[in-house]
């Protein structure tokens, strides 16, 4: 079983930086591919990020240039790096792993940026 823990959010006020993380417990694989998503209030759930195995990277229009996502798979860790955080950026951010086409959550940090 794979079980997925999210830290690393907060408050923070536009143009500030954040950084998640994501530490998956039980047998992930370094092909698996792993990633962030994130849930506004009222909206559906969206990809922000994700990162394969052989570390390519794919992020949403809305965040390009702006998250890094990376990955250390020796520590089965997954992190999203934010810079210049809007405040459209506020949500609940869902850390996702994928391995062998099975889907694993994490329950979500809160992210609020504000003034």
């Known amino acids: 079983q794979v079980r997925l823990v999210e830290s690393g959010g907060g408050l923070v006020q536009p143009g500030g930086s954040l950084r998640l993380s994501c530490a998956a417990s039980g047998s992930i694989g370094s092909t698996a591919s792993m990633g962030w998503y994130r849930q506004a209030p009222g909206k559906q759930r969206e990809l922000v990020a994700t990162?394969?195995?052989?570390?390519?990277?794919n992020y949403a229009d809305s965040v390009k240039d702006r998250f890094t996502i990376s990955r250390d798979n020796a520590k089965n860790t997954v992190y999203l790096q934010m810079n210049s955080l809007k405040v459209e950026d506020t949500a609940v951010y869902y850390c996702?792993?994928?391995?062998?086409?099975?889907?694993?959550w994490g329950q979500g940090t809160q992210v609020t940026v504000s003034s």
């Open positions: 990162i394969t195995g052989g570390l390519r990277t």
């Open positions: 996702n792993v994928v391995q062998w086409y099975i889907n694993y």
